[in-house]
């Protein structure tokens, strides 16, 4: 195998690792090297003196090299455990919701907690409209949460989001607008139905005086 080619086959692993892998990659890499250094001392040293013997050379490779595994050993374990660890951190950062579709129809996502609805439902192709992007100018965001018990778990809405569900189309006790409510774990779960029909006053001619 030429250099140029081991080098690109290393440089793609290394860049394949986590940033913590990689870390622990190099801090071996340069542990071995310095092994590798005191070997070298050592054998020169020996030779000078006239110690230097198979049976001693190999006396202290032994040691050394049982040190380096050891440490290598639990090394990767402890890279590996925590590699799980944080993949276990990223699923628990994420809520499951269902939208329920004004013909029954539903489907289940996973929303990063501090995302609201409205850009959970656009980056799994929800029809969730979200005419204003969640300024609160419009209502064609509102969802009707479908359990009161989750509900209640959400933050009470603003005057301003009020004045919006009050022109909602199919308002209900458990309407909010999509762009206000906000994943967070107390939520996992939540089930959401979109209404037959939104309203959007400044598409349909209605205008503010």
């Not at 202290?60 to 049982?66: N, V, W």
Request: with cysteine; glycine share 6%.
């Amino acid at each position: 195998m030429s250099v140029s080619i081991f080098r690109s086959r290393r440089t793609s692993f290394l860049s394949s690792l986590s940033p913590s892998t990689s870390q622990q990659v190099f801090s071996l890499r340069s542990m071995f090297i310095s092994k590798l250094s005191q070997v070298g001392l050592w054998m020169v040293r020996e030779s000078k003196i006239g110690r230097f013997t198979s049976v001693s050379k190999t006396r202290f490779l032994q040691g050394h090299s049982k040190g380096y595994l050891q440490h290598l050993k639990h090394s990767f374990s402890t890279t590996a455990a925590d590699k799980a660890h944080e993949e276990g951190n990223q699923e628990k950062e994420k809520i499951s919701v269902t939208f329920v579709d004004k013909d029954g129809d539903e489907k289940i996502i996973k929303v990063p907690i501090g995302m609201s609805l409205l850009e959970a439902a656009h980056e799994n192709d929800i029809e969730l409209e979200g005419a204003c992007e969640g300024s609160l100018a419009c209502s064609t965001c509102h969802v009707i949460v479908m359990d009161v018990d989750y509900y209640n778990r959400l933050e009470d809405p603003t005057d301003e989001e009020n004045d919006m569900l009050d022109l909602a189309f199919g308002l209900t006790e458990t309407s909010r607008l999509g762009c206000q409510v906000i994943a967070k774990p107390e939520l996992d779960g939540v089930r959401v139905a979109l209404p037959a029909a939104t309203r959007n006053f400044a598409v349909d001619g209605f205008l503010w005086k």
